[in-house]
């Protein structure tokens, strides 16, 4: 009987933790999507990552591009239409490629430190006061060099989590945890 009664009290107070300990992991728990559903996404489009990777190294002197334009090394931008300093055609097949990488979440490609960034809406913000706030992000990376931090996991990096930290996804592949302030406009 008194065995009996200390086995309930047991399971009560495991079910009782159990419970508190998903509380907390899903307080916790980044608002981003998951590195599982970003590297699902990622694999049913890599023949486009990967296209867009080879159009970026024959396209050396480019930093930048956006449905906004095209930046460039020397600091220079393309604004599109018939300026000249890009072409209008490969302008557009860049963005046509961005708009294809899943549900349209991937909205520019950058060189920066050796690594090409696609820069992805999987964000969110957190007010600190009226002037500025707390901004989280995860992107895809590709760089030929290992970046570090390399992490297991990503999903459990929010507001208050250090950055930048990687999690390989696929060969020379990773997504990148990245945190900050903004400053409203």
Aim: glycine share 6%; hydrophobic share 40%.
């Amino acid at each position: 009987m008194i065995l009996n009664a200390i086995t309930k009290r047991n399971v009560l107070y495991t079910g009782f933790a159990v419970v508190i300990l998903f509380g907390l992991a899903m307080l916790f728990r980044s608002p981003l999507k998951s590195d599982r559903t970003l590297a699902s996404d990622f694999a049913r489009h890599k023949v486009r990552f990967e296209r867009i990777v080879q159009m970026m190294n024959e396209d050396e002197e480019v930093t930048n591009v956006s449905d906004w334009g095209v930046s460039f090394a020397n600091l220079n931008t393309w604004r599109g239409g018939t300026e000249p300093g890009f072409s209008p055609v490969r302008w557009h097949l860049y963005r046509e490629l961005l708009k294809s990488l899943g549900d349209g979440h991937v909205y520019s490609v950058s060189r920066v430190d050796g690594m090409i960034v696609f820069s992805t809406g999987d964000s969110d913000r957190s007010p600190i006061n009226e002037f500025e706030g707390y901004t989280i992000s995860k992107d895809f990376v590709y760089s030929l060099s290992e970046p570090s931090p390399l992490v297991w996991t990503l999903d459990w990096s929010s507001f208050n989590a250090s950055s930048p930290k990687f999690t390989k996804i696929d060969e020379n592949w990773y997504l990148r945890f990245d945190s900050g302030i903004y400053k409203p406009e």
